[in-house]
C-alpha cells in the first residue's frame, strides 16, 4: 500500500490535540520532550492545557500543529502504516520535510520556533495587515477582480480549492477587496484571525531573517517522495529544499497544484496526519480516485482499513 502523509498547517489546531498519541506511545512522549527543549516551551502544557485563544498566538500555533502532526505521523507509522510521499500545508511542511529525512526532528523544532516568532514579529513590522478566506468564487475571477479595482497590496496567499482561496494584504486594501469580491459574485468572505498578511510581500523582512536561520540547517535529499507549497511539485534535493523553505514565507501555497503533482504519482491513499479534517475536506474536492482519510487520533487511525 502506497501512502501519502498530509500534514495540516495553522488553524486546524484545537486543545488537546495530539494528547490520546502523547498517552499510548513512548516515542510521542519522547518526541514532546525534544520539542520542549529545543523550543524552550512546554509542549505538553501548551497542547493540553492552553485555551483555543493562547493556541491561535502564531508563535504557539506553528509550535504546536508541527508537534502535533509529527506525533500523528509517528503513531501512524506504528500502526504499521507507512509514508511512500509526504506533503504539508503552509506550517505542515515542517513535520512533512522531517518525515521525509530532509532535515532532523531537532531541526524541525528549531525551525518552526524561529519561523512563528519571526513572522508573528514580521506582521507587526509592517503595518495593519490581514487576511481573508474567499468561498465559492474561483481564483482566476477572484484575480480578475482584484487587477480590475487596481489593488497593489493584496494577494492569493493559499489556492486550496477551486472555490475556496485566501488572500493576505494590508488591512485598508482587504477591507476594500472583500467589498469588491462580494459585489463580484462571491457568496461568502471570511475574515481570519491571524497576526499578519502570510504568504505575501508582506513576510519580507520575516523572510530575510529566516534565510539566515535556515542557512545554518543541514537540508539531506528526500528518501521518500516530498512536494512543495512553493512550485506545487516534488522536490528531488535537500539543496531545492532548502531554498524553498526560505522562498514559502512569501510565496502563495499552491495546494491545488501539489495535490495534482501528489494524485499523479499513483498513491494508494492518503492519510491526514495532523490535527482536524481540512485536508481531508479539500482533498475531496480534486477529481483524485485516492481517499484522503484523517488521522488526528487514535480512533480515526483504528478506523482506516489499507
Known amino acids: 500500500m502506497k501512502n501519502c502523509f498530509l500534514f495540516p498547517g495553522q488553524g486546524a489546531q484545537y486543545p488537546g490535540m495530539a494528547?490520546?498519541?502523547?498517552?499510548?506511545?513512548?516515542?510521542?512522549?519522547?518526541?514532546?520532550?525534544?520539542?520542549?527543549?529545543?523550543?524552550?516551551t512546554n509542549m505538553r502544557k501548551l497542547l493540553f492545557e492552553s485555551?483555543?485563544?493562547?493556541?491561535?498566538?502564531?508563535?504557539?500555533?506553528?509550535?504546536?500543529?508541527?508537534?502535533?502532526?509529527?506525533?500523528?505521523?509517528?503513531?501512524?507509522?506504528?500502526?504499521?502504516?507507512?509514508?511512500?510521499?509526504c506533503a504539508g500545508f503552509s506550517?505542515?511542511?515542517?513535520?512533512?520535510?522531517?518525515?521525509?529525512g530532509i532535515i532532523s526532528f531537532a531541526d524541525m523544532f528549531h525551525l518552526v520556533s524561529e519561523r512563528g516568532r519571526l513572522m508573528d514579529e514580521s506582521g507587526r513590522r509592517s503595518g495593519s495587515s490581514t487576511m481573508t478566506a474567499v468561498l465559492f468564487m474561483p481564483p482566476e475571477k477572484i484575480q480578475q477582480t482584484l487587477d480590475e479595482a487596481g489593488l497593489k497590496h493584496v494577494w492569493i496567499a493559499n489556492y486550496n480549492s477551486a472555490t475556496q482561496s485566501v488572500l493576505s494584504g494590508t488591512t485598508t486594501e482587504i477591507e476594500f477587496?472583500?467589498?469588491?469580491?462580494?459585489?463580484?459574485?462571491?457568496?461568502?468572505?471570511?475574515?481570519?484571525k491571524v497576526s499578519g498578511a502570510f504568504h505575501s510581500p508582506l513576510m519580507a523582512w520575516a523572510h530575510d531573517a529566516f534565510s539566515e536561520?535556515?542557512?545554518?540547517?543541514?537540508?539531506?535529499?528526500?528518501?521518500?517522495?516530498?512536494?512543495?507549497?512553493?512550485t506545487g511539485k516534488r522536490v528531488l534535493t535537500g539543496k531545492e529544499a532548502k531554498s524553498l523553505a526560505v522562498a514559502q514565507v512569501i510565496s502563495p501555497v499552491l495546494w491545488t497544484t501539489e495535490e495534482a503533482s501528489i494524485a499523479a504519482e499513483g498513491f494508494d491513499c492518503c492519510l491526514e496526519t495532523g490535527p482536524g479534517t481540512v485536508l481531508a475536506g479539500l482533498w475531496k474536492?480534486?477529481?483524485?480516485?485516492?481517499?484522503?482519510?484523517p488521522c488526528d487520533?487514535?480512533?480515526?487511525?483504528a478506523s482506516i482499513s489499507l
Open 285 to 293: 474536492s480534486t477529481e483524485s480516485s485516492i481517499v484522503c482519510h
Open 51 to 85: 485555551d483555543e485563544e493562547t493556541l491561535k498566538q502564531t508563535q504557539n500555533t506553528q509550535l504546536a500543529i508541527a508537534l502535533a502532526g509529527a506525533a500523528a505521523a509517528l503513531s501512524a507509522r506504528e500502526h504499521d502504516m507507512q509514508p511512500a510521499g
Open 177 to 192: 477587496a472583500e467589498e469588491k469580491l462580494k459585489a463580484a459574485g462571491a457568496r461568502r468572505v471570511v475574515r481570519l
Open 91 to 100: 506550517v505542515g511542511e515542517y513535520p512533512a520535510l522531517a518525515e521525509a
Open 297 to 301: 487520533t487514535l480512533d480515526a487511525l
Open 19 to 40: 494528547k490520546d498519541f502523547f498517552e499510548t506511545s513512548k516515542a510521542v512522549r519522547e518526541l514532546f520532550d525534544l520539542a520542549s527543549e529545543i523550543s524552550g
Open 213 to 230: 536561520v535556515v542557512g545554518k540547517v543541514t537540508f539531506q535529499d528526500p528518501r521518500i517522495a516530498f512536494f512543495s507549497n512553493v
